[in-house]
């Protein structure tokens, strides 16, 4: 990583091309276009799930009445596709045994 707390396309793009021996560009390619095909396939409402790491899912949710916090008055909320993230249960161990290093 670039010594920042964010994980980039570049730093995947990096650890592919070091990992595999690739090279750079075709890395590039490879990246976009696995995160391509993830949002193609949420647009279409399918979930997505990667082994070991999660799942994706596009949810639906109802139009409901809010409350617009500056001025307490009530506001209309409209109906929404969202998309929600679980993690599986590898994943959760690994980040919750990790030892961060300062």
Known sequence: MTGQDTLTR?????????????????????????????????????TVKLSGFGVFQVREKRARMGRNPKTGEPAAINPRRVISFRASQIMKSRVHDAVVED
């Not at 070091?18 to 279409?44: H, K």
């Open 10 to 46: 570049a730093d995947l793009c990096d650890a592919v091309h070091d990992e595999v021996g690739l090279s750079r560009q075709e890395c590039s390619t490879l990246v976009e276009r696995t995160l391509e095909l993830v949002v193609e396939s949420l647009e279409r409402g399918e």
